[in-house]
C-alpha cells in the first residue's frame, strides 16, 4: 500500500487556526453507508441512545515545549516526550545538539544533553523538579499548522485529568459540559480511559510502502471499573462508540479473549486498512485528518479508504474547517 494512496487537496484556508467561541457548534459530518448527513455537533444527541456508550480518552495536554539557550548563547527548543526517570527525559529538539551540550531555562532550570539517538536527545534537568517547573516556564506544543501561540485551556478536552500528553485527542474538544450533561440525562453512558498521545500520532510517515512505517510507543491505561463497564456494555450487546483514533489505538491494543483487559501497558499498534479490528464498536467519532498521516490510515481502515477520501472531498467542496481545531466526523461501523 502506498503512502500516496492516503493524498487529497485540502485548501490551506480550510486548515482551522482557533477553535470556536462554543466548542458544540462545530459542524458534524455523519457518515452512515454511503449516505452522508450534515449537522452541527450538539445535534450528535439524535444519534445516540440510551444504554450507548461514549469511550473518552482523558489525557491531558503537558506544556512540554520548553524554550532556552546553549551556552554559546543559541536558542534552543525542546519538546519533552518520554520521562526516563525524574528529571531525565527524551526529548525532540530544534536546534542543533550534541552529546554534553549544556542548556540553561527560565526559573533557574538547566540541563545537560546525554546522549542522541535516533533524532532525538535524552536530556538530564537540574535546579528543580522539571515536572513542576515547566507549569510556569513550559508552553502547550500546539501543531505545526497552527500559526499563533495556543492557550493551554483551549488546547484540552473539558474532561481531561490524566497530564501526560504532548498533543491532544482532538475528537473531544466538540464536547462541552452542557452537552455532556445532555448526554447523561437522555440515559447515554461513559467511560474514560488514558493513553498519553506521543510522538507517534503525529509525526510523519516517511516511508512510501505505508507497511514500513514503525509507530512510536505510547503507554495507557485502563482502570478495571471502566474496563467492566466497557465489557458489560459488550455482552449486553449494547452500542459502543469510540472517542477519537488514540481511543481506538487504546482499546484495540487492550482487548484480548473477547474483552478489554485493565491495566496500564505501552503501544505501537499501526491500524491501517487490512487490519481487522477486535473491538465490536458501533462507531467513532474523530476530526478531519492531514493528508498521508496514521490518523487518515486509521479511520481509512475503521470505514474504508475510497469512503473517507469521498467523504473528505464532500467536506472541502462544503468547507468544513480541517484538523485540531476543525470540524468533526460521526462513522457508523458497517
Known amino acids: ?76 527548543e525542546l519538546l519533552l516526550v518520554k520521562e526516563l526517570e525524574h528529571n531525565l527525559w527524551e526529548c525532540m529538539y530544534r536546534g542543533r545538539l550534541r552529546e554534553g551540550t549544556s542548556l540553561s531555562f527560565a526559573r533557574g532550570i538547566s540541563a545537560r544533553v546525554e546522549s542522541i539517538r535516533q533524532g532525538q536527545a535524552v536530556v538530564r534537568f537540574a535546579g528543580g523538579d522539571i515536572k513542576r517547573a515547566m507549569r510556569e516556564i513550559g508552553e502547550v506544543p500546539a501543531p505545526p499548522y497552527i500559526k499563533r501561540r495556543v492557550r493551554e485551556e483551549e488546547y484540552q478536552t473539558v474532561y481531561a485529568s490524566r497530564n501526560g500528553s504532548v498533543a491532544a485527542p482532538t475528537a473531544g474538544f466538540h464536547f462541552t459540559r452542557e452537552l455532556l450533561e445532555e448526554l447523561r440525562s437522555r440515559g447515554v453512558e461513559f467511560a474514560f480511559i488514558t493513553l498519553h498521545v506521543g510522538p507517534g500520532t503525529f509525526l510523519p510517515v516517511r516511508e512510501e510502502e505505508v507497511e514500513r512505517h514503525r509507530m512510536h510507543e505510547e503507554q495507557f491505561e485502563i482502570p478495571h471499573r471502566e474496563a467492566e463497564r466497557i465489557n458489560l456494555a459488550l455482552e449486553e450487546g449494547r452500542r459502543v462508540f469510540a472517542v477519537g483514533t488514540t481511543t481506538v489505538r487504546a482499546l484495540e491494543s487492550a482487548f484480548s479473549g473477547g474483552r478489554v483487559e485493565p491495566g496500564v501497558a505501552s503501544t505501537t499498534l499501526f491500524i491501517y486498512p487490512g487490519y481487522e479490528f477486535r473491538v465490536p464498536y458501533a462507531g467513532m467519532i474523530t476530526n478531519f485528518h492531514l493528508p498521508r498521516s496514521t490518523l487518515l490510515m486509521l479511520v481509512s481502515a475503521f470505514a474504508g479508504r475510497e469512503r473517507i477520501l469521498r467523504a473528505y472531498r464532500e467536506a472541502v467542496e462544503r468547507r468544513y474547517r480541517f484538523y485540531s481545531f476543525g470540524d468533526a466526523m460521526l462513522i457508523f461501523r458497517e
Open 1 to 76: 500500500m502506498k503512502l500516496s494512496d492516503f493524498d487529497y487537496h485540502l485548501p490551506r484556508e480550510l486548515i482551522a487556526q482557533e477553535p470556536l467561541a462554543r466548542r458544540d457548534a462545530s459542524r458534524l459530518m455523519v457518515l452512515r453507508g454511503d449516505v452522508i448527513e450534515h449537522r452541527i455537533f450538539r445535534e450528535i444527541v439524535d444519534y445516540l441512545e440510551r444504554g450507548d456508550l461514549l469511550v473518552f480518552n482523558n489525557s491531558r495536554v503537558i506544556p512540554a515545549r520548553l524554550r532556552g539557550r546553549k551556552q554559546t548563547g543559541g536558542r534552543v
